[in-house]
Every structure is written in C-alpha cells, then in structure tokens.
C-alpha cells in the first residue's frame, strides 16, 4: 500500500532510485527560486524505440495519482517499453503545489493555463525548454478530477485512425468500470461534449465554448505541432488513492500495449 506523502523531496528520491535501477538518470531540467529558496524541477529521457512518447504528471498539485502512478510504472513496467519507445517524463511539473496540495504553482496561477505564456511562470519556461525542437508521436498527461468519483479521458486523436483510438480508449475504460470504478457518462464535461467518459476533440463543434482550453500543456504542444496525439487522464480524487494509483499505472500500460 503506498501513502500519499507530500514531500516532493522523497518523492524525487524515490524515482531517482528507481530509475537508477533502469540504468537511468533523473536529470534536473531547471531551477527557480521560491520564496527565496531553489526548487527544482526533474525530467528523465528513457529508451530508444522508434516512437516517441511524452509523459508528464503533477502539474496541479493536488492530483497526487498521476506522480505515484508513474513512479509505479517505472518501477515495475517501463522497461518492457524501452525498445518500442523513447520516452521524455516530467513527473512533476508543479512541486510547490505539490507539496501544499493545491492546484497553482509558484506564481499563484493554474500552470495548465499559462502555456502560451511562458514568461508568466517558471514551471512553464522550464518544461518548454526541455522540450524545445522535439516532436512526439503520443503525450500523456496525468490528472485528476478532485471533485469527481467518475473516471474520464481528453483525446485529441491522431486523424489518421481516430475510429481506433476511440475504441481503444472505451475498451480501458470498459477494464476500469468492471472494476467498479464509475465511468462519467455525462454529456458535457466542463463545457466540453463528452461521450461515454470521452472528451474527444472531433465530438466538438469549432468555435463553441469547450472546444479547447488555452493555454494547457496539451493544447501548446497540439497547435504548436509537436504532438500528433494528446490524451489526458482523469481519475477520481474522491476514490481511494491506491485504486487511482493503479488507474494511473494501468493506463499507461494500456495505451503503450503493442496492438
Ligand atoms: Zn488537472
């Protein structure tokens, strides 16, 4: 059973080991300063498959899954992915909110808002350098929805086999709901029209409301073109952390399975 602890600092130690483990390094992609003391945010790059693979985690604080998810899946998955893929991970872009347990970064705002302004906050200026010049084929970001016992999806697609993306999609989250984890059935999530948990950005209609959010990391990397697909995690904050943990961690498999 893992605790879900708020010490960036040990959460960090954790994957630094784990990586080391892989043969891998956690890299420190930036540093700024919080009230008057440095913080520092890590990145790893891992493997050297042919398909390249995003995954961050963290950027808002209190969605505490998504880092202990993917520390999960390092631990014990990432490597039978390490010939297929080469991954980039953040996993945590937000450590001060990450250790207050609160959605902001270090300058009091959303960070998954202000993507397209850089100058804004450090968590963005960072991340962007590290990505700066690449491309991916697939981006993953792990959230959480605090307020929701329900699990649900964003996918953008790829546009050349979105009918498939789609099913593969419904089919993870079929595996989840006969766990008796609940699935959103809404028809609109934040604005957004949603089908069975899926916030698919073909289900909208151009220039209504929900059609995207600027500013996310997501949106950043889609209209920018360094993503060709970007799908976005949601689990439950008010389910048990451990069952999110492994939402998280099954998710990751799921999507990188070979099909
Ligand atoms: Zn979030």
């Given amino acids: 059973m893992l605790t879900d602890d ?25 540093c700024f300063d919080y009230q008057k003391a440095p913080v520092q945010l890590y990145g790893t790059i891992m493997g050297n498959g042919p398909t390249k693979v995003l995954i961050t985690s963290g950027i808002h604080g209190e969605e505490r899954a998504g880092p202990y998810g993917l520390l999960e899946f390092i631990k014990s998955d990432i490597q039978k992915y390490l010939d297929r893929f080469t ?7 937000n450590p001060i909110g990450f250790e207050k347990s609160e959605r902001f970064g270090s300058s009091g705002m ?4 202000l993507f397209d302004m850089p100058q804004t906050s450090p968590e963005v200026k960072i991340t962007r350098n590290f ?15 605090s307020d929701s016992d329900h699990v649900y999806l964003y996918e953008s697609g790829d546009g050349l086999n979105d009918d498939l993306i789609l099913a593969e999609d419904l089919n993870f989250l079929s595996l989840i709901s006969k766990r008796g984890i609940g699935i ?18 073909g289900y909208q209609t ?3 409301s929900g059609e995207q959010i600027d500013g996310t990391i997501a949106d950043y990397l889609l209209t920018s073109k360094r ?13 048990e952390f451990n069952s999110r943990v492994r939402v998280q961690k099954d998710f990751l498999n799921f999507i990188l399975a070979p099909k």
Avoid at 22 to 29: H, K, Q, T, V, Y
Avoid at 110 to 113: A, M, S, T, V
Avoid at 131 to 145: A, K, N, S, Y
Wanted: glycine content about 8%.
């Fill in 87 to 93: 991954f980039h991970i953040i996993p945590v872009i």
């Fill in 131 to 145: 990505l700066h010049h690449l491309q991916f084929q697939l981006f993953i970001d792990l959230h959480e929805d």
């Fill in 6 to 30: 708020k010490n960036y600092t040990s959460l960090i130690s954790s994957y630094k080991e784990a990586l080391a483990v892989l043969g891998a390094e956690l890299l420190e992609i930036g």
């Fill in 206 to 208: 151009p220039g209504k």
């Fill in 184 to 201: 959103n059935q809404e028809p609109f999530i934040y604005g957004a029209v949603s089908r069975n948990g899926i916030v698919y950005k």
């Fill in 110 to 113: 959303d960070i998954n808002r």
């Fill in 227 to 239: 993503v060709i697909r970007a799908i976005t995690l949601e689990t439950p904050g008010k389910i």
